[in-house]
């Protein structure tokens, strides 16, 4: 799988694809196992497992973010790196290439935080056919929701409130 050309204007496109094999049964739903402990954000532990690891096509609800400490927490923060909420493998660096006032805009009109290309760590994320945006192992994240500035990645805030993975050591 590499990156592809997009469908529209001929733009190249740095999205990498993926297989539905990502999403196949596992121990947890589509994950190996649940979610962390100890989300970031004050994120709902339960409602990330649901939406993580057992759905497809389902969300937090519209505006759930503004409901936790997101907004607060990364205001003043620069790029924050967003992390898969199962594995804490690095999915997301926001803002990049634009203000976060812009970040925050765009977001607060979808409802969901918006990610674009340049901000998707694509070594751990795919879009599967039909757009869903899925980690490399099996997190559910949302959808590539195209929009006239490009490809526009609408990701549940609870899919990346994780923390980093940790190393063990050697």
């Given at each position: ?118 901000e998707v760590v694509w070594e751990n994320v795919r879009i599967l056919p039909g ?40």
């Open positions: 799988m590499g990156s592809h050309q997009s469908k529209g204007g001929g733009r190249s496109s740095p999205i990498v694809y993926g297989t539905e094999a990502i999403m196949r049964r596992k121990e947890h739903g589509s994950c190996s196992t649940g979610v962390q402990g100890g989300l970031r954000f004050g994120c709902d532990a339960k409602t990330a497992d649901r939406i993580c690891c057992f759905n497809r096509h389902y969300a937090e609800h519209s505006g759930y973010f503004r409901s936790t400490s997101w907004v607060k927490q990364v205001r003043e923060a620069g790029e924050v790196t967003y992390y898969d909420s199962v594995a804490g493998t690095p999915l997301f660096v926001a803002p990049r290439g634009r203000s976060f006032d812009t970040f925050l805009r765009e977001t607060k009109s979808h409802g969901w935080p918006s990610f674009r290309d340049e757009g869903e945006a899925v980690s490399t192992t099996g997190t559910h994240l949302g959808h590539n929701i195209p929009d006239s500035k490009g490809n526009r990645y609408c990701i549940n805030l609870v899919s990346i409130a994780g923390r980093p993975q940790t190393k063990s050591p050697s």
